[in-house]
């Protein structure tokens, strides 16, 4: 096992790079200037206070927003304008800040819904579910009941999303995520509005899908025992401003980190 | 033929051979994995199991010593328990669910040197203690998820070691010298030992043989005329002797086969998907699945709804009595024929009990309703009494012969006695060979004449001829006039009653029978609010005299209850109160497990037993509590006390006449 908190950086090549990238919306600055990359096989995290600008920058790397200013280096392609579907089939996945899952569907729709990209035989086929049709959705329904045996929801299979304790809709949440079998998965605050010990079997399946599935993690996270422990390497932004990057140590007794969460008199 | 070469065979090792003969191809083992149901037939087991045996011996794994099996209901941990046998090693269950204080408890006192694990939790639980177990050499575990950054010097995938035993199978010499290995198996020879849950002061280790089990297992498998066509669902505790009993013994003597759960949580679904024709439930599971069944008829529409509890009313009239097979009028049988086409058949296909034939509850007396309900829409429920000690059985109901408050009569070949102090002692085909290393224990739990002493008191009931258990013997008091004082079976019968939560009965070395009462907020809250009592709080609940009079009428029964039964007729209650604050384990009311500490509760409200005891109407108290997030306060209150009729019993009537 991982000493968790040990401050080893994963060696990959890097899988992402963000280089100089700026997002204003009007007159507010979200983002600027800022340039850190992600290495394949780490767990990447991002921090800051609120308003720092976390969520923006994730939602850049996917293609959601497009930044002003500077470039998003994936897999060693430069996309100026990369839309969330291109990010999709690149291999980025990702979950939210707040659950966004089909509710009136059960899990193991959910989870499926999560393989449509991966599905090939086209519509009519699907409607047939009739011969190859079926037989890619055997193979679909195999993986899907991988990452249910993975995260262990197999007593909620056929449970519509509406009636799921908050806690497992966000592990849902990131097995639709895991589904998509991302090369980058992006998970915006996974543990917000958890108690102790759904922080702790979120962690430990963050972890797990790490090690086992091989997958680079970028996590935004206000619980910062739960980053210390998971990452390999910490950005802080501050007002739309990188001001630290490095091992949760090296960020830990950062004096600017610990001036932008306690505050200074300016 | 299957029965007369089962007593042949002494060993399981042996049992599972012959199955293999027998059944070859019929389903031996069922799992629910990656959501779909894969099967196992005796002879796969059987091949699967002499490989795995091989691989473990390889791992230096000899006979004689003892094997941790730490998980969940898994195939790969039941042939974890039959490679270990098939070798001469003993296994020793442990509960998944134990804290890791309990399981280097049992590790270190069995000495394992080997231990069968489920998964990465299980392994960290071991490792977080393995100074305490030096002899602990090799863990071979299930699943392998998370494992990869551990050591693994020391640990083995058991895929791993059951490859690596069907790779060295292939040399012909090795499976000779194999059939020696369990031909070299006695029956005499220690085949488990189950560690028991420790209620009552430390675990001690149980030591099974194989040839006891198996005539056990013969002997209820005739009993309930299971054959290899049955069906199990294998979701109590591994660990148990309950599981280890019904599913892993039973099943491989009859050769029934035993579905593992995909999961703890979807037990009940996969209930349904299998559809056992063997059961056992714990008169709590049964309480639980009646009670969501009830939540969600609630839910129903109001046709449905009507439906629902018209027809149950039927099944309650006529039902329990179809089931023994008593005369009931065609009118009735008519109803029940199209209660069973609307709502029983639905219901029991819901609950998974469509094809239930035989199924058993124990454990702790179980409420008339809640019992009479289960068998009046059809379901064959009975009760057992037994013990670790007896491998499970000591009596069990016959078909026919069913009443909520016995557990029936003796088994087959099971000798009883009730010792003078009301003890039920017994000597069966199934009984242990003694504690593991600890024979002062062995002696104490022994007769000189050889039979087991359970703890338990009980008596046989007259009209019935079956076995009652009322309390544990230690518990079981006298009045002052000599009469017999059960405590826990009084307080039982009253909590039967939905409006009483709990209570405690005080009586040893006393004149009379004195209980105090706490309500259910929920039960009685909601009578109060049909029958437009206000109140503001529990304790004003508590002392409203409407339900004062209410709880007296359930004492009441109760007393006519006890009266009819010569033995018990003495402890009829004569006072009893309504406490003014529910009984709390934070304020060491209770224990964790819910149990009432009577000595505690006695000192704490000791002005309440003085004046049940002096004969006043009421009484001042004030107590400390202490609130879920910590502060201290106090409750006091002016508690009412009622004086009950005591109910002439039939041997009173005797004696005066």
Not at chain 2, 219 to 231: C, I, P, R, S, Y
Request: hydrophobic share 40%.
């Amino acid at each position: 096992m991982r000493a968790l908190g040990s401050p080893e950086v994963a060696v990959g090549d890097v899988l992402l790079s963000a280089e100089n990238v700026s997002l204003s919306f009007g007159g507010v600055k979200a983002v600027s200037d800022v340039s850190f990359d992600i290495r394949k096989g780490e767990i990447r995290a991002i921090i800051g206070p609120n308003g720092a600008g976390k969520t923006s920058m994730l939602n850049i790397i996917n293609g959601f927003y497009h930044p002003q200013q500077g470039r998003i280096t994936f897999k060693g392609e430069t996309r100026s304008k990369m839309r969330p579907h291109d990010a999709a089939h690149g291999g980025i996945a990702r979950t939210f800040q707040n659950v966004a899952l089909f509710r009136g569907m059960t899990a193991l729709d959910n989870l499926m819904a999560g393989r449509t990209l991966k599905m090939h035989k086209n519509f009519f086929w699907q409607l047939l579910r009739f011969g190859p049709a079926m037989a890619e959705e055997v193979e679909h329904r195999h993986r899907v009941e991988e990452i249910i045996d993975f995260l262990k929801i197999q007593n909620i299979r056929r449970t519509p999303v509406a009636q799921l304790p908050y806690g497992l809709q966000k592990r849902l949440e990131l097995g639709r995520a895991l589904a998509m079998e991302p090369d980058l998965l992006l998970l915006d605050e996974p543990m917000a509005g958890m108690n102790l010990e759904e922080k702790e079997d979120m962690s430990r399946f963050v972890l797990d899908v790490n090690n086992h599935f091989g997958t680079t993690i970028a996590l935004i996270e206000h619980d910062m025992g739960v980053v210390m422990d998971l990452s390999n390497r910490v950005v802080v932004l501050d007002h739309g401003i990188k001001i630290a990057d490095g091992t949760p140590d090296q960020v830990k007794s950062n004096q600017a980190v610990i001036d932008a969460y306690l505050g200074v008199a300016h | 033929m299957a029965p007369h070469a089962a007593a042949q065979a002494d060993t399981f090792p042996k049992v599972l051979i012959r199955n293999a003969h027998l059944y070859g191809s019929r389903p031996a083992m069922r799992h629910k994995d990656l959501g779909v149901w894969q099967t196992w037939t005796w002879g796969e087991v059987l091949a699967l199991v002499r490989a795995y045996a091989v691989g473990l011996h390889r791992l230096g794994l000899k006979r004689g010593e003892t094997i941790a099996i730490v998980g969940a209901n898994r195939p790969k941990l039941y042939w974890s328990v039959m490679a270990a046998q098939m070798l001469g090693a003993v296994p020793v269950p442990v509960y998944a669910d134990a804290v890791a204080e309990e399981l280097s408890f049992v590790l270190a006192h069995a000495e394992v040197r080997y231990a069968a694990v489920e998964d990465q939790e299980q392994i960290d639980k071991i490792l977080s203690v393995k100074e305490r177990l030096p002899k602990l050499e090799h863990m071979v575990y299930d699943e392998k998820r998370g494992l990869r950054d551990y050591d693994h010097a020391r640990l083995r995938s058991m895929d791993d070691v059951i490859e690596d035993g069907r790779k060295a199978l292939t040399d012909p010499s090795v499976g000779v010298w194999l059939d020696a290995e369990i031909a070299a198996g006695k029956g005499s020879d220690a085949s488990i030992i189950l560690y028991t849950s420790g209620t009552t002061g430390t675990s001690k280790g149980v030591v099974l043989t194989g040839e006891r089990s198996i005539k056990a297992a013969a002997d209820t498998v005739a009993f309930d005329k299971l054959t290899e066509n049955d069906v199990a669902l294998a979701y109590l505790p591994l660990a148990w002797v309950g599981d280890h009993y019904l599913n892993y013994a039973q099943g491989l003597v009859a050769g029934f086969c035993m579905a593992c759960p995909e999961s703890a949580d979807t037990a009940m679904q996969d209930l349904r998907e299998i559809g056992p024709s063997f059961y056992f439930a714990p008169p709590r599971t049964l309480e639980q699945l009646l009670t969501r069944v009830m939540i969600r008829m609630e839910d129903a529409s109001f046709l449905k709804r009507k439906m629902f509890h018209y027809f149950i009313g039927v099944a309650r009239r006529y039902g329990e009595r179809i089931l023994n097979g008593q005369p009931v009028p065609l009118i009735g049988r008519l109803l029940y024929a199209i209660g069973n086409i609307l709502v029983y058949g639905p219901l029991k296909n819901v609950l998974g009990f469509s094809r239930v034939r035989v199924a058993y509850t124990a454990g702790e007396a179980i409420g008339p309703d809640l019992f009479a309900f289960y068998r009046s829409i059809g379901l064959n429920l009975k009760q057992l009494y037994g013990q670790t000690e007896a491998f499970l059985y000591v009596t069990a109901q016959p078909d026919g012969e069913i009443y909520s408050d016995t557990v029936g009569p003796a088994c087959p070949n099971v000798d009883i006695r009730i010792a003078e102090n009301g003890e039920v002692l017994f000597k069966s085909p199934g009984m242990f060979a003694g504690y593991f290393k600890d024979e002062a224990k062995t002696a104490e739990a022994m007769t000189p004449d050889g039979y087991v002493m359970t703890g338990d008191a009980g008596f046989f009931d007259e009209k019935t001829g079956h076995l009652k258990i009322i309390d544990r013997a230690k518990d079981v008091g006298r009045l002052t006039d000599g009469a017999l004082f059960p405590p826990k079976y009084i307080e039982n019968k009253l909590k039967f009653y939905p409006n009483i939560r709990e209570v405690v009965a005080y009586g040893d070395k006393r004149d009379f029978v004195c209980v105090m009462i706490n309500i259910d907020l929920t039960a009685v809250g909601s009578w109060a609010e049909r029958n437009n009592v206000v109140y503001g709080s529990y304790q004003e609940l508590a002392g409203n005299p409407l339900v004062y009079d209410m709880i007296e009428k359930h004492v009441a029964e109760v007393n006519r209850s006890l009266a009819a039964d010569k033995v018990m007729g003495g402890a009829q209650i004569k006072r009893f109160l309504i406490l003014h604050k529910e009984l709390d384990a934070d304020d060491g009311e209770l224990t964790r497990t819910q149990k009432v500490r009577r000595g505690f509760i006695a000192e704490r409200y000791a002005p309440l037993i003085k004046a049940l005891y002096d004969g006043s109407g009421e009484a001042d108290i004030s107590t400390e509590v202490t609130f879920e997030d910590g502060r201290k306060g106090t409750i006091s209150a002016r508690v009412k006390i009622r004086d009950m009729k005591i109910e002439p019993t039939p041997a009173a009537m005797g004696r005066a006449a």
